[in-house]
């Protein structure tokens, strides 16, 4: 069992950064994936990013390559993701969630096994 919490959310201007955190803990979070998706009211929620359990491969939604940079860091029975967020856009606005897996299909809600509660960035003209 994993569990995940998010921190760091709040409100910005447009092109100010941002840093999101997901704790992740249990025995096994340093060998999950990790990744983040966003939920903007009245959409669905969509894959931001994600990165393997040992950092070797990242993955970005088309809309926030160069913008947001994932990172994981493992210890025992925890790991730490970061969602770098830069250049902040109105259309970023969103309740982020963490979530954790052992699979792959990072841009299928269905292939993550834990998630968040969610944390809300928004981001004004």
């Known amino acids: 069992q994993v569990q995940l919490v998010e921190s760091g959310g709040g409100s910005v201007q447009a092109g100010d950064s941002l840093r999101i955190s997901c704790t992740a803990s249990g025995r096994t979070a340093k060998n999950k994936n990790m990744g983040w998706f966003r939920q903007a009211p009245g959409k669905e929620r969509e894959f931001v990013a994600a990165?393997?359990?040992?950092?070797?491969?990242?993955?970005?939604l088309d809309s926030v390559k160069g913008r947001f940079t994932i990172s994981k860091d493992n210890a025992d029975n925890t790991a730490l993701s970061q969602l770098q967020m830069n250049n902040l856009k109105p259309e970023d606005t969103a309740t982020y969630y963490c979530?954790?897996?052992?699979?792959?299909?990072?841009?299928?809600?269905?292939?993550?096994?834990?998630w968040g509660q969610g944390i809300q960035v928004t981001v004004s003209s």
């Open positions: 979530a954790a897996s052992t699979g792959g299909g990072f841009r299928l809600l269905q292939s993550w096994d834990y």
């Open positions: 990165i393997y359990w040992n950092g070797d491969y990242d993955e970005y």
